[in-house]
Nanobody, 124 residues
Framework: VQLQASGGGLVQAGGSLRLSCAAS????????MGWYRQAPGKQRELVAT???????NYADSVKGRFTVSRDNAKNTVYLQMNSLKPEDTAVYLC???????????????????WGEGTLVTVSS
């Protein structure tokens, strides 16, 4: 199973970006998918998560500006980021906490998958 994130880039403050993260492999089901970010010199922090049933959770710093969504048929999670601020600058990483895949003899549960990340830079 691989997670591939895309959509990062350079944007001016107040602008918007949309990130995507697609999971590939013989996937049966993905539990919670989400986005984290890590700025230079700072710890990784949660941005937003969404369960397979559509329940969302956001960091206080992005509530009202970011929207997380997913397409279960495509095993893809999105992050729509509006009203971007310079402090949103970071590498954004996608995560899947549990993925069920088809194995040779049956389904296999794997935990805690991470994509490589995509850089978002917001200029002031």
């Amino acid at each position: 199973v691989q997670l591939q994130a895309s959509g990062g880039g350079l944007v001016q403050a107040g602008g918007s970006l949309r990130l995507s993260c697609a999971a590939s492999g013989s996937i049966v089901n993905i539990n919670t998918m989400g986005w984290y970010r890590q700025a230079p010199g700072k710890q990784r922090e949660l941005v937003a998560t969404i369960t397979s049933g559509g329940i969302t959770n956001y960091a206080d710093s992005v509530k009202g500006r970011f929207t997380v969504s997913r397409d279960n048929a495509k095993n893809t999670v999105y992050l729509q980021m509006n009203s971007l601020k310079p402090e949103d600058t970071a590498v954004y990483l996608c995560n899947a906490d549990e993925i069920v895949v088809r194995g040779v003899t049956g389904n296999v549960h794997g935990m805690d998958y991470w994509g490589e990340g995509t850089l978002v830079t917001v200029s002031s």
